[in-house]
Every structure is written in structure tokens, then in C-alpha cells.
């Protein structure tokens, strides 16, 4: 059974605009890290944004945010100033050391409008 | 020249055939990965590899078989190809275990089973 819930399908956001993709997780485990994952129409995986669950600190790449809540199991990519650049689908996913796999959620295409 | 490479990039196969679908890295990383891409599912993970000799399974193993030929080649076979195995599938790489190694992609192979 899925474990990363990615609960919309499809965005759209306006250029320059900021949009939020949510994820929740469920693991009993401590020791994990979270992931958001880009892929673009060329198929090829990029790591957008990576999260220690140990650390309370959101992580900030540039434009990219994330919203960690932990009691939550909540885990949200912020896109600030929206590029054309940016449309994509975008996977979050956790990694627990113990399991030695990335579980991925389903995806969210995001659609940039000029 | 791309870190990891995938090939055939397309193929199209009937119900039945056997199919090998091949991924080789220049990075220099012990791990290997396979997974599989399904509309709305994220990707799950097919097998995954620490070493030559150490070869494992992932969550949905059934019906593929791997072989670690070298240290820089992981190769995905199907032995006998059936249309619900038509998805796209990633090769990815790691230097260590654990999240904070980060996994690097190949591009993707779609296959298609008629």
C-alpha cells in the first residue's frame, strides 16, 4: 500500500506567482528523510529539495521551500516566483534508512500559466 | 556524456517475448537501482543491488529478474513480457547507503507490451 499520499493531481499557478504542493507520509519510523523529486517532460529525475526528520529547520533551495510538520506527517514544496521553467510533474518521497528504499508518492503535475 | 545511461530508450515487445532493458554508469557508484513509473502510483521499487554480490528485492519483484554484471552495469530482464508491464522504467545510482547519498537517475525507458 502507498505510504506518500500526493493528494492533487494537477496545479496550475500563474508566472511569478507562489503555489504549494502538499504530501503526507505515514511510518512509524524516527530516522527518515523527505524528498521532492522534479521531472520534466524529458522523464529525467531531479531532486528538487531534501528534509532530515531529525531537523527542525525547513529546507530552503532558492525559490523552493518546504513546510516540514512533524506530528503531522506533513511534508509541502513552496515554489516562490513561479517560472515557465518550473511545470513539471512533482513526486515527494521518504527514504528510512532501515528500509534502504525511496518510497515515492504518485505525483502532482504543476502547469505553469504565462 | 550522461552519468547513467539507460538503453533501449523506447521498445515496443509482444505478450511473451523475453526483453532486457540495460543501465551503465560512469560515476562509480556501488548501488544500483531499478524502478518502475506508473500514472499516478509514483515509482516503485523493483530490485536493488549494494554490490556485485549482493543482489535484492524490492516491492514489486515479481515477473523481473537483474544481473549485475559489473560494477557500472545493472541490467532489468522480463522473461516473459505481459501488457500490464508496460510502464517506464529507471535506472538510478547511489555512492552509499542512506539518504543523505543521493540517487542519481538515468533517463527512463518506455516499454510497451502489446
Known amino acids: 500500500a502507498q505510504t506518500v499520499t500526493q493528494s492533487q493531481p494537477e496545479m496550475s499557478v500563474q508566472e511569478a506567482e507562489t503555489v504549494t504542493l502538499s504530501c503526507t507520509y505515514d511510518?512509524?519510523?524516527?530516522?527518515?528523510?523527505l524528498f521532492w523529486y522534479k521531472q520534466p517532460p524529458s522523464r529525467q529525475m531531479i531532486l528538487v529539495i531534501r528534509q532530515e526528520a531529525y531537523k527542525q529547520q525547513n529546507a530552503t533551495e532558492n525559490r523552493f521551500s518546504v513546510n516540514f510538520q512533524k506530528a503531522a506527517k506533513s511534508f509541502s514544496l513552496k515554489i516562490s516566483d513561479s517560472q515557465l521553467g518550473d511545470a513539471a510533474m512533482y513526486f515527494c518521497?521518504?527514504?528510512?534508512?532501515?528500509?534502504?528504499?525511496?518510497?515515492f508518492g504518485g505525483g502532482t503535475r504543476l502547469m505553469v500559466k504565462p | 556524456d550522461a552519468d547513467v545511461t539507460q538503453t533501449p530508450r523506447n521498445r515496443i515487445t509482444k505478450t511473451g517475448k523475453r526483453i532486457m532493458l540495460e543501465c551503465s554508469q560512469t560515476?562509480?557508484?556501488?548501488?544500483m537501482y531499478w524502478y518502475r513509473q506508473d500514472p499516478g502510483l509514483g515509482l516503485r521499487l523493483i530490485y536493488y543491488s549494494f554490490d556485485v554480490k549482493d543482489i535484492n528485492k524490492g516491492e514489486i519483484s515479481d515477473g523481473y529478474s537483474v544481473s549485475r554484471q559489473a560494477q557500472a552495469k545493472f541490467s532489468l530482464s522480463l522473461e516473459s513480457a505481459i501488457p500490464n508491464q508496460t510502464a517506464l522504467y529507471f535506472c538510478?545510482?547511489?555512492?552509499?547507503?542512506?539518504?543523505?547519498?543521493?540517487?542519481?537517475f538515468g533517463p527512463g525507458t518506455r516499454l510497451t507490451v502489446t
Open positions: 560515476k562509480g557508484h556501488d548501488r
Open positions: 511510518t512509524s519510523e524516527s530516522d527518515y528523510y
Open positions: 538510478a545510482t547511489s555512492l552509499g547507503g542512506g539518504a543523505s547519498y543521493e540517487q542519481y
Open positions: 518521497a521518504y527514504y528510512i534508512n532501515a528500509g534502504n528504499m525511496l518510497t
